[in-house]
């Protein structure tokens, strides 16, 4: 009887460690960008509905591969956010798996473009954005991605260095209106080099654009609609151009590690994320554009937003192939065309 009342004694006071050590943990790895808002929206809300605790690790896409490559063997990410690019670079290098959308009961309300964004099944997309053109309406008229190198408005724009995010997608826009639309963004390139003492500047942050147009410097300059707001708030006349050649952008996809010990939860974190009511309270923050066609947004989100299914079906994305193996030759021929 003593000897039973010892092992009783033993095992209730191991119990609390048995259980913490119990306790799942999902390690995630996300952009560094509005991150006290995802831990009230979508974080914490899902660390009350799973009992788990998340880890959620943060920085550029450069240190993020790398930290997944570095662990290739012992996986310390479960779940990625990542570029439709860096999805298909992950998959190259073996550091993904396969999604399983069986297992995502939101995966039907995602718009199309979205549901396997570099056709090999390897990601989903939970956000994206269109890249067009920001411009003076009192000043210039756009109707064609060309038009920003005519003599009369050149003078006045502001085009992304190459090595921006928005760079390569307006090149290949303005290629598209050019009448070239190959991968290699030479056109395009050269048509900027001939104009590159004209235009004002080939900018790599798109926040000192508001100030160069409140004060005049600049008419107008290709911008991803996450950088629009700042220019509704102008007291000047700015509009978003709808080019005849469509509208160009970029998409952040999900990826579950290969390896990952928690395979089953991460996909449970997907699915969350992409679930019409989380979709809705990350775009009414203006946090992201939602994926989910399902979600309905007030007048003031939608505007600021990349919003609705005429939009998302209008979209010209460069294939994620055609950047990744093509990257390093756009660099060599901007630096040999432009100069900066």
Same mark, same amino acid.
């Given at each position: 009887? /003593?000897?039973?009342?010892i092992a009783s004694a033993a095992l209730l006071a191991l119990s609390p460690l048995t259980a913490k050590a119990e306790? /799942?943990? %999902?390690t995630i790895s996300v952009y560094a960008f509005a991150q006290d808002d995802f831990k009230t929206l979508v974080y914490d809300p899902f660390e009350a /509905?799973?009992?788990?605790? %998340?880890?959620v690790e943060t920085g550029n896409s450069v240190e993020r591969l790398a930290k997944m490559e570095a662990n290739k063997a012992s996986p310390v990410i479960d779940m990625a956010v990542v570029s439709m690019a860096d999805a298909l670079s992950?998959?190259?290098k073996d550091l993904i798996d396969k999604v399983d959308t069986s297992k995502l009961s939101n995966f039907g309300k995602l718009? +199309? %473009?979205? /549901? +396997?964004p570099n056709g090999d099944g390897m990601s989903v997309g939970y956000t994206f954005y269109a890249t067009s053109i920001a411009y003076r309406s009192d000043k210039m008229k756009i109707e064609s991605w060309a038009d920003l190198l005519k003599p009369e408005y050149v003078g006045h724009v502001a085009f992304p260095n190459v090595t921006t995010n928005q760079g390569p997608p307006a090149l290949f826009m303005l290629g598209?209106?050019?009448g070239s639309d190959g991968? +290699?963004?030479?056109a395009p390139i050269e048509a900027l080099g001939e104009k590159k003492d004209e235009i004002v500047t080939f900018y790599e942050k798109s926040s000192q654009l508001v100030q160069l147009m409140q004060q005049e410097e600049i008419w107008a300059a290709p911008i991803g609609r996450f950088s629009w707001v700042g220019f509704t708030k102008l007291d000047v006349p700015v509009a978003w151009a709808t080019p005849k050649e469509g509208q160009t952008g970029g998409m952040n996809v999900m990826v579950v590690t290969k390896g990952s010990k928690n395979r089953d939860l991460a996909l449970q974190f997907m +699915?969350?994320? %992409?679930?019409?009511e989380i979709q809705t309270k990350l775009a009414e923050k203006l946090v992201d554009s939602p994926a989910n066609k399902e979600v309905k947004l007030s007048e003031e989100a939608s505007n600021n937003l990349t919003y609705g299914e005429e939009t998302a079906k209008s979209l010209k994305l460069i294939p994620s192939a055609a950047a990744l193996d093509n990257r390093a030759a756009w660099l060599k021929e901007w630096n040999e065309k432009v100069g900066q």
């Open positions: 009887m /003593k000897n039973a009342l306790e /799942k943990t %999902l /509905k799973c009992g788990c605790k %998340l880890v992950a998959s190259r718009y +199309d %473009l979205a /549901k +396997d598209q209106a050019l991968p +290699d963004l030479t +699915d969350f994320w %992409l679930s019409t």
